[in-house]
């Protein structure tokens, strides 16, 4: 497999850690039974948590954004398939595969657009943050 392939999949790999990282981070202050175990600390530094809830859940969009997104001047998924389709050792069958996987993650990768690019990424004139999550179908 060519060099940059291995840059484009280290690249990538960095930053589905980052977005898993965030994820897990932001979840921990929002699920229910794990949030029991912290809110009387979170109840006495309220605008931290508040805030550390807010740029982790930001932090995790941008991360997933990143990961689909289709410019070709950056590193993402879509760039990667495409360089792997010039590789002569990489088997079409696992090529296939890969895409299918695409395919399967572009419903959710839409929401992760609609949330990052009209209330967190841009600030959309037209739609309230509210407004935004209902489009993204998502919970705000």
Request: charged letters at 25%.
């Amino acid at each position: 497999m060519k060099a940059e392939a291995l840059k484009y999949i280290e690249e990538l790999q960095h930053t589905a850690v980052v977005a898993a990282l965030n994820y897990e981070i932001w979840w921990t202050y929002k699920e229910k039974e794990s949030r029991a175990k912290y809110v009387n600390t979170m109840n006495l530094y309220t605008l931290f948590f508040q805030t550390s809830i807010h740029a982790h859940f930001v932090a995790l969009l941008i991360a997933l954004y990143r990961l689909y997104e289709t410019r070709d001047d950056t590193l993402n998924v879509p760039g990667l398939l495409a360089l792997l389709e010039k590789c002569d050792d990489f088997p079409c069958h696992a090529l296939a595969e890969l895409k299918q996987h695409c395919d399967e993650a572009k419903k959710l990768w839409i929401k992760v657009c609609i949330l990052r690019n009209k209330a967190f990424g841009h600030r959309s004139k037209k739609y309230s943050v509210t407004d935004v999550f209902k489009r993204a179908k998502s919970k705000a």
